[in-house]
């Protein structure tokens, strides 16, 4: 079975709005990011996070491990926070990430 | 720091024909990695280096595909024969050890 799943598949906000991003997998990991690829496709490392709650401006990461699980939580979203927003799994010194389908995540004015 | 830096930004091949797509890795990083990212199969792990040496390319067809990287500077991932399931983009990462990956912009091939 998949062994990462994330949700909401799409999201559509409005300007300002806040939104929370999940992603769930199914096998133990030491290692987790998250990335967000631009609509033109370049992939940008947002957060390495295998544990705990992270912070970067607008951006919280929350991961924890014994639930497999982490969040996103984009605050006061911005038109150019359009993308999607993608989380991967691995082991500690394994680059062998799996990554979710991803959350295509688009913010209207 | 220019980044990663792959090249040609958009192949596009006949099948049966070879494809050779190249990536400079971010100066100082030791490990390279590729990935394919298509709609249906989403992003897909092929093989990685570290210092130069192949590590593990359990992602990779065995047959058509190979990947090199004989100096620091740059790497190559090569598939012969090309078939149209080959379509993908080909996204090229390095890491300096910090397990954070950086992509290049990736290359776009397009097989007929």
Redesign the interface.
């Known amino acids: 079975g998949q062994q990462v799943q994330q949700s909401p598949a799409s999201l559509v906000l409005q300007e300002g709005e806040n939104a929370e991003l999940q992603c769930n997998f199914s096998t133990s990991l030491n290692s987790m990011q998250w990335f967000y690829q631009r609509p033109e496709g370049s992939l940008v490392s947002l957060f390495y996070n295998p544990s705990g709650t992270k912070q970067s401006g607008r951006l919280t990461s929350t991961t924890v491990i014994k639930e497999r699980r982490s969040s996103l939580h984009i605050s006061s979203s911005q038109i150019t926070d359009s993308g999607t927003y993608l989380c991967a799994i691995g082991r500690t010194g394994n680059y062998k990430y799996v990554f979710g389908a991803g959350t295509r995540l688009k913010v209207i004015a | 720091n220019a980044g990663v830096i792959q090249t040609p930004r958009h192949k596009v091949t006949g099948k049966g024909q070879e494809a050779t797509l190249w990536c400079e890795p971010i100066s100082g990083h030791s490990?390279v990695?590729w990935y394919r990212q298509t709609i249906v199969q989403?992003?897909?792990?092929l093989t990685?280096f570290r210092n130069q040496a192949p590590i593990?390319d359990?992602?990779m067809p065995k047959e058509r595909f190979s990947a090199q990287m004989p100096n620091q500077s740059h790497s190559t991932l090569k598939i012969q024969s090309t078939q149209p399931q080959d379509s993908a983009?080909y996204?090229c990462?390095s890491?300096g050890g910090?397990?954070?990956?950086?992509?290049g912009?990736?290359t776009?091939l397009s097989v007929l």
């Open positions: 490990a990695f989403g992003l897909e792990f990685y593990d359990s992602g983009v996204l990462a890491s910090q397990n954070t990956l950086y992509f912009a990736g776009r």
